[in-house]
């Protein structure tokens, strides 16, 4: 095996008995990262071991397609800190940091992706917060390198959006990167719904909560793993786990137009009373009708499918499946 896949070279027997309990358990979701699957564990092990405590390091391949696997089992060879999930198909960035929550055992659990964007350096700051009493630690993007306008300008609109429509307070431009206290967790992984929004999760269960501002690094590798399609079904998502607003927006539009055909009729009837022999196009035509009924559809088949949303939602929970298949797990035999 190649030295730049070990991210220690040695582990001592201080660091193998420490495995029995970890202090900190980092949480990271692997798709399709094998050009910086390896750095990530080699900086956060770097990181973890300075601060002098037991730790484990949880990866969650969610079905990756390329050498992923093959890396983080040789990562997992190398040291046993590091542990791996193998999900038998890809289930999707939110249920592979959800199963990583489940598996950790730490006191403190950080989620982080891997890769290298959130940079692992920033971790001991979170951690800082947390030994001051707080129990979910957010970190803030205070900057965004190598984004696009048109991302940036999406994410804040979406932050802002989301802070306004639902009934949680989400802290805004604040992604999953953050660090839960064991309470936290517990509560957490209590909850199994299956479109989950994980950031509006940990902000919906409450908690002493607190952020920190860091800088987004840029992409080093690979491509990005939330193209437009994904990032509008994510939206989506946070918005019908935690608002009614779109339901809401029926009932409104329906008054809004019942308002304004009644409108209509009054100023019909009036021209008739006083102009009986107005033929306006406007008023009496077929474009006019034509217009209308075509209006009322689309925006009845608009609503329809926001309903559909909401029914898909409610049909996906009563099946009751398991969030994720795990085909393979490293590391957590020891455990039991």
Same mark, same amino acid.
């Given at each position: 095996?190649?030295?730049?896949v070990?991210?220690?070279?040695?582990?001592s027997?201080?660091?193998?008995?420490?495995?029995?309990?970890?202090r900190y358990?980092?949480?990271?979701?692997?798709?399709?990262?094998?050009?910086?699957?390896?750095?990530?564990?080699?900086?956060?092990?770097?990181?973890?071991?300075?601060?002098?405590?037991?730790?484990?390091?949880?990866?969650?391949?969610d @079905?990756s397609?390329?050498?992923?696997?093959?890396?983080?089992?040789?990562?997992?060879?190398?040291d046993?800190?590091?542990?791996?999930?193998?999900?038998? *198909?890809?289930?999707?960035?939110?249920?592979a940091?959800?199963? @990583?929550?489940?598996?950790?055992?730490?006191?403190?659990?950080?989620v982080?992706?891997?890769?290298?964007?959130?940079?692992?350096?920033?971790?001991?700051?979170?951690?800082?917060k947390?030994?001051?009493?707080?129990?979910?630690?957010?970190?803030?993007?205070a900057?965004?390198?190598?984004?696009?306008?048109? *991302?940036?300008?999406?994410?804040?609109?979406?932050?802002?959006?989301?802070?306004?429509?639902?009934n949680?307070?989400?802290?805004?431009?604040t @992604?999953?990167?953050?660090?839960?206290?064991? *309470?936290v967790?517990?509560?957490?992984?209590?909850?199994?719904?299956?479109h989950?929004?994980m950031?509006?999760?940990s902000?919906?269960?409450?908690?002493?909560?607190?952020?920190?501002?860091?800088?987004?690094?840029?992409?080093?590798?690979?491509?990005?793993?939330?193209?437009?399609?994904k990032?509008l079904?994510? #939206?989506?998502?946070?918005?019908?786990?935690?608002?009614?607003?779109?339901l809401?927006?029926?009932?409104?539009?329906?008054?809004?137009? #019942?308002?304004? #055909?009644?409108?209509?009729?009054?100023?019909?009837?009036?021209?008739?009373?006083?102009?009986?022999?107005?033929?306006?196009? #406007?008023?009496?035509?077929?474009?006019?009708t034509?217009?209308?009924?075509?209006?009322?559809?689309?925006?009845?088949?608009?609503?329809?499918g926001?309903?559909?949303?909401?029914? @898909?939602?409610?049909?996906?929970?009563? *099946?009751?499946?398991?969030?994720?298949?795990?085909?393979?797990?490293m590391?957590?035999?020891?455990?039991?």
């Amino acid at each position: 095996m190649s030295a730049a896949v070990c991210p220690a070279d040695v582990v001592s027997e201080s660091s193998m008995s420490a495995l029995d309990r970890p202090r900190y358990s980092v949480v990271a979701p692997v798709y399709n990262e094998e050009a910086l699957v390896a750095e990530f564990c080699r900086r956060t092990v770097a990181m973890l071991e300075a601060l002098g405590e037991p730790f484990e390091v949880v990866l969650v391949n969610d @079905g990756s397609r390329d050498r992923s696997p093959i890396i983080m089992r040789e990562l997992h060879d190398a040291d046993p800190r590091i542990k791996v999930l193998h999900f038998s *198909k890809n289930f999707g960035h939110q249920l592979a940091i959800t199963a @990583g929550i489940d598996h950790a055992r730490g006191d403190a659990v950080v989620v982080i992706d891997s890769d290298l964007q959130d940079p692992p350096e920033v971790i001991p700051e979170l951690i800082a917060k947390w030994q001051e009493g707080y129990q979910v630690v957010y970190a803030t993007r205070a900057e965004r390198v190598g984004e696009t306008w048109f *991302k940036r300008t999406t994410a804040s609109l979406f932050y802002r959006t989301i802070a306004q429509i639902t009934n949680v307070d989400i802290p805004v431009d604040t @992604g999953d990167f953050r660090l839960m206290d064991r *309470k936290v967790v517990n509560a957490l992984t209590s909850m199994r719904e299956h479109h989950r929004f994980m950031r509006g999760l940990s902000a919906w269960v409450g908690f002493k909560q607190a952020g920190v501002p860091y800088k987004r690094d840029a992409r080093k590798a690979g491509e990005t793993k939330y193209p437009l399609r994904k990032m509008l079904r994510f #939206a989506l998502d946070g918005i019908t786990s935690f608002s009614y607003l779109p339901l809401q927006l029926a009932t409104y539009t329906g008054f809004v137009i #019942a308002a304004i #055909a009644f409108l209509f009729l009054t100023a019909v009837v009036v021209l008739r009373l006083v102009m009986p022999n107005t033929q306006d196009p #406007a008023f009496f035509g077929q474009a006019s009708t034509l217009v209308s009924v075509l209006f009322l559809g689309g925006v009845q088949l608009i609503f329809l499918g926001i309903i559909g949303e909401y029914l @898909g939602r409610i049909y996906d929970e009563v *099946k009751r499946r398991p969030l994720y298949i795990v085909s393979e797990a490293m590391g957590f035999d020891e455990q039991q």
